[in-house]
């Protein structure tokens, strides 16, 4: 007695909608977290050489001001005066008073009073936990 399979029957009952659906949402997902991911480091901002340099890893927390050479501070790629760094620095600490930090990307080209103002600006704000971050080198 020979078994007879309905291949037709089998692949019509095949319903795709839920796993292209699953596939669209991964791929909007990654994209949104890649493109976030990269926008503090578009700046063209030469970090300094320290033979100690430990790869930054950003905590969900952190700030993080770039000092290019000229002096100018930038928060999210964007322009800011010492006015403004300061009035968003203080939001944060009122929105995160203990655990608030921040990372400062200075320029090596940049007189270093450039970044000891971002420092400042944290101090008066009431951020303690601030890092100059550096480049690994020799």
């Known amino acids: ?7 037709s029957q089998a692949l019509s009952a095949l319903n795709l909608t839920p796993l292209i659906d699953v596939v669209f949402l991964l791929l909007v997902f990654f994209l949104v977290a890649s493109r976030l991911s990269e926008e503090d480091r578009k700046l063209d901002v030469v970090l300094p050489s320290a ?13 993080i001001v770039s000092v290019d050479q000229t002096g100018k501070f930038f ?3 964007k322009v800011v005066t010492d006015r403004e760094l300061k009035s968003i620095l203080e939001r944060a600490v ?4 203990v ?3 921040v990372i400062i990307r200075g320029d090596r080209r940049a007189p270093f009073q450039y970044v000891v103002t971002v420092m400042d600006l944290c101090n008066q704000s009431g951020i303690s936990n601030y890092s100059v971050t550096t480049a690994e080198g020799s």
């Open 99 to 101: 655990r608030q930090s």
């Open 1 to 7: 007695m020979a078994v007879q399979v309905k291949t």
């Open 51 to 63: 033979g100690s340099a430990q790869p930054m890893t950003a905590e969900p927390r952190e700030i």
């Open 75 to 77: 928060l999210d790629a």
């Open 94 to 97: 009122a929105d995160n008073p």
